[in-house]
């Protein structure tokens, strides 16, 4: 290891002053209900004015005191080996995280924090995505350079006195970038009923403050077939003509919804191969800065849509022990063709699998099974309708019929299903990879290096043993990968050629 | 079904005290329901042994067979550079964890193993899928020993 240099000094630090301002305008945001909550309270009151206003200053003041002391009692040093953290007041907690360990350094600019050029560091362990390692908020200039020292660090690279800090441009290629007219034409493919659930939500929440009752069904009803009988007078094409409006309202929310939710995530969409790693860039008010090495990437997966898939749109994600935001892999492309998709997966170390010609499918029995044990409960629900059907009262019979005739149509869709997915999903293996793909209308084709699994496991429940096939589930560092449904015979040749790669390497020497 | 079914490759049993210990553990969680068939029994609503016989002959089932079978299907293989663990009476799972890939190792022993001498030894990988894989019912100088010898195999700046 090289001597302590200015970037990598010995003494703890705080972050940025200007960061207790940043939080203390953020905890603003915590004091709104309780805020609402005294104003309301107190309108009852005799005088209650008088006392709202100290008292809102007084909550005021005590958010800004804990805050100061939160401040206070955070301090970080970028030590020799390890970064530490030490935060708390009454319970003090300090956490020392080696170099080696960690997985990426991620930068996040929440919309306040932007404002004053602040930043918030993150390091990814892997120890699981809540307890990580995070400083918040420091200079931009401090979060590249924090971000530098710790990746130099890491490979254990002599750091020049000053070159650390200087946070140098380094040379980087644009992988993949978003224009505005990509990202619309991603957003409207990312329909979205979540603002229906969101108003609902509300209304229930805030419905005293609204001057009628919305959950009062009979003066709806009042109201819409009302004293003049308005819309029974208006005909049945009317009512057609509204029900068709009201869809539509529907499918247009739903399209603003997913199109706000995916420019406000993604806009200025940019990943860059990087000397660090893929380097990953996005957000239009809170602005997201990752990098993931490209040693630590695990497996890849490539996923797509219902619809999205008619016009070749695909999405590309990276496994790895770090997690992202809100989902366990980090999505490096999120909507783009094959032939982009081609190029970022090359430079991840990855292929397609283009040249395979000898894909495996699984046992006819298994897709036989599960096809029956899918649509068999349904056929026995029909067969118990039509035997109780002189039971029922005569205005329900053609209700029982339409029942009896829907489960039948669920019943041959499931049989159908399986018979197409044995022509979908399939597998492959060669000396280095493991190709998955799986599912019929929105296929998902998973990627995984032979010599990064941690372990294999041959799984049989009941039915399986006596038909004998298997599923072969693989151990992947922050994700999943299994092969269902295939030949007990294949099951083990699989298991045997993977151990012999993985066997040979050991963990700390898996390739870079 | 029998513990030599995989490939030839014979299965190293567990300890034969691991039937004891699920035996106990099973009279241990069979208990209350027994109980409680005998307070049904008191209130005198159906005719005497509705509800003790079928639960006391379950139970009895549970405790004399299930854990005998539980123990011919367990086993274990220790390769040169891989355990192998096969466990399951209806869903049957055979995992194997290379030592390369073990990240930290445990032996455990609850209250019951270390009345009959007996420890759990749990590897622990990276991967999602099989974090920890654990094998009970070892005597615990076996388990130590194991764990020595995998641990000379998980290269020191791994830990």
Do not use: C
Not at chain 1, 87 to 96: D, K, M, P
Not at chain 1, 200 to 229: K, N, S, T, V
Not at chain 1, 466 to 491: C, K, M, N, Q, S
Request: glycine residues 10%.
């Amino acid at each position: 290891m090289t001597k302590p240099v200015t970037a990598v000094s010995e003494d703890w630090r705080r972050t940025s002053p200007l960061s207790f301002v940043v939080r203390a305008i953020t905890g603003l945001r915590n004091l709104a209900f309780p805020a609402l909550a005294l104003v309301f309270g107190s309108q009852g009151w005799q005088g209650g004015g008088l006392f709202v206003a100290p008292a809102l200053l007084a909550m005021v003041g005590f958010s800004g005191l804990f805050t100061w002391i939160a401040w206070r009692h955070f301090r970080y040093r970028v030590g020799e080996h390890d970064i530490r953290i030490e935060h708390g007041l009454i319970s003090r907690s300090a956490r020392a995280v080696p170099y080696e360990r960690i997985q990426d350094v991620s930068l996040e600019q929440k919309p306040v924090p932007r404002l004053f050029g602040m930043a918030e560091v993150r390091f990814e362990t892997g120890a699981g995505g809540k307890d990580e390692v995070r400083i918040a908020y420091v200079t931009l200039a401090e979060a590249d350079a924090l971000r530098e020292t710790v990746r130099a660090r890491k490979t254990g690279e002599a750091v020049a006195a000053g070159e650390a800090a200087a946070a140098v441009e380094e040379p980087s290629r644009t992988l993949f970038a978003m224009d505005p007219r990509r990202l619309v034409t991603f957003g409207l493919f990312e329909f979205s009923l979540v603002a229906f659930a969101v108003i609902g939500g509300a209304l229930q929440q805030f419905d005293f403050l609204l001057p009628f009752d919305i959950w009062d069904f009979e003066a709806w009803i009042e109201l819409l077939a009302g004293p003049g009988h308005r819309l029974q007078e208006l005909g049945p094409a009317v009512q057609a003509v509204g029900a068709v409006l009201a869809l539509a309202t529907l499918a247009v929310l739903g399209l603003v919804t997913g199109l706000v939710r995916t420019v406000l995530r993604d806009w200025g969409f940019r990943l860059e191969e990087t000397p660090k790693g893929l380097r990953r860039r996005r957000g239009l008010l809170t602005r997201t800065d990752t990098v993931m090495p490209i040693h630590r990437v695990q497996a890849l997966y490539v996923t797509t849509g219902l619809l999205r898939r008619r016009f070749g749109w695909h999405a590309l994600w990276v496994v790895s022990l770090a997690t992202d935001a809100k989902s366990a892999s980090h999505v490096v492309v999120p909507f783009a063709q094959m032939s982009e998709i081609a190029s970022v997966i090359r430079v991840a170390g990855f292929d397609l699998p283009d040249g395979i010609t000898h894909w495996h499918r699984p046992s006819p029995r298994y897709r036989f099974d599960r096809a029956m044990l899918g649509a068999l409960p349904l056929a026995l629900g029909v067969v118990a309708l039509a035997l109780a059907r002189p039971l029922f009262p005569a205005e329900a019979q053609a209700g029982s019929l339409l029942g009896a005739v829907a489960m039948a149509g669920i019943a041959v869709l499931v049989a159908v299903r399986e018979r197409l997915l044995s022509r979908y999903d399939r597998h492959a293996i060669d000396v280095e990879r493991i190709y998955v793909r799986r599912g019929w209308l929105a296929p998902r084709l998973d990627i995984a290096s032979r010599v990064k699994l941690q372990s294999v496991e041959i799984a049989q429940g009941p039915i399986a043993r006596r038909r004998g096939y298997a599923t072969l589930h693989f151990g992947v560092a922050g994700g999943t990968l299994a092969i269902e449904g295939i030949p007990l015979e294949d099951a083990r040749l699989l298991r045997d050629g993977v151990l012999h790669s993985i066997a040979g390497v050991d963990f700390s020497r898996l390739p870079g | 079904m029998d513990a030599s079914d995989h490939e030839g490759d014979a299965l190293t049993p567990l300890h034969p005290n691991y039937v004891k210990v699920v035996r106990l553990a099973t009279l241990g969680w069979a208990l209350p329901f027994v109980i409680g068939a005998l307070v049904l029994e008191s209130a005198d609503t159906l005719p005497r042994g509705a509800f003790l016989a079928p639960v006391v002959l379950v139970a009895l089932y549970l405790i004399s067979r299930v854990p005998l079978r539980r123990y011919q299907a367990r086993g274990y293989q220790l390769g040169g550079d891989r355990l192998r663990v096969v466990r399951g009476l209806l869903f049957r799972s055979d995992t194997v964890v290379p030592f390369g890939r073990v990240q930290h190792i445990d032996v455990q022993q609850g209250p019951l193993e270390r009345a009959y001498g007996l420890a759990t030894l749990v590897l622990h990988t990276a991967g999602t899928h099989n974090a920890s894989v654990a094998l009970p019912g070892l005597g615990h100088d076996d388990a130590v020993a194991m764990r020595e010898e995998i641990r000379a195999h998980v290269k020191r700046e791994t830990l």
